[in-house]
T-cell receptor
Framework: DVKVTQSSRYLVKRTGEKVFLECVQDMDHENMFWYRQDPGLGLRLIYFSYDVKMKEKGDIPEGYSVSREKKERFSLILESASTNQTSMYLC?????????????FGDGTRLSIL | KNEVEQSPQNLTAQEGEFITINCSYSVGISALHWLQQHPGGGIVSLFMLSSGKKKHGRLIATINIQEKHSSLHITASHPRDSAVYICAVRLGGNQFYFGTGTSLTVIP
């Protein structure tokens, strides 16, 4: 079974801090995604990576950056955390070119910015 | 405008009831996914459909491509089915759109 592991389930940080959320998958998937999930809004794509060092902006990239130095690891960075970035963050992965395969999700990180 | 609309938003059922959750979408898709999210956050994939119907245990998913509509049915519902059910569509490539979810509570 594919395993997508997010480094923290719960995280509390202060406004202005630089925050790192880590995601690791163990099935050699090319594509990895970072979403945030807010009540009433569903999942929204922050960034997507289709290969090492390759990234594309999603629908809401402002205030975020990403890093993919190794195929298995996709990091989300909040450059200067703000209270409106308090949310549930979900990482997902999927094989490259696999139209008929589902995304595999991590357990999520519930991030609170105080 | 949401590309994926789910109904109902919230649903409470008695144990044993037959449950239907609906999903309508407005874009051309390569596949539709039904996802389950339990309290605590983790999301698991229940079904992926591009046509017809799929069944897994007490869960049945159907899709009508012409009408751009899918349904998720749960037969003989149980309290452990309580979760948020999310409909997601995949466009060609790696673009996904997600519904806002249906929160299901099954009462013993």
């Amino acid at each position: 079974d594919v395993k997508v592991t997010q480094s923290s389930r719960y995280l509390v940080k202060r406004t202005g801090e630089k925050v790192f959320l880590e995601c690791v998958q163990d099935m050699d998937h090319e594509n990895m995604f970072w979403y945030r999930q807010d009540p009433g809004l569903g999942l929204r794509l922050i960034y997507f990576s289709y290969d090492v060092k390759m990234k594309e902006k999603g629908d809401i990239p402002e205030g975020y950056s990403v890093s993919r130095e190794k195929k298995e690891r996709f990091s989300l960075i909040l450059e200067s955390a703000s209270t409106n970035q308090t949310s549930m963050y979900l990482c997902a992965s999927i094989p490259g070119g696999a139209i008929h395969q589902p995304q595999h999700f991590g357990d999520g990180t519930r991030l609170s910015i105080l | 405008k949401n590309e994926v609309e789910q109904s109902p938003q919230n649903l409470t059922a008695q144990e044993g009831e037959f449950i239907t959750i609906n999903c309508s979408y407005s874009v051309g898709i390569s596949a539709l996914h039904w996802l389950q999210q339990h309290p605590g956050g983790g999301i698991v994939s229940l079904f992926m459909l591009s046509s017809g119907k799929k069944k897994h245990g007490r869960l049945i998913a159907t899709i009508n491509i012409q009408e751009k509509h899918s349904s998720l049915h749960i037969t003989a519902s149980h309290p452990r089915d309580s979760a948020v059910y999310i409909c997601a569509v995949r466009l060609g490539g790696n673009q996904f759109y997600f519904g806002t979810g249906t929160s299901l509570t099954v009462i013993p």
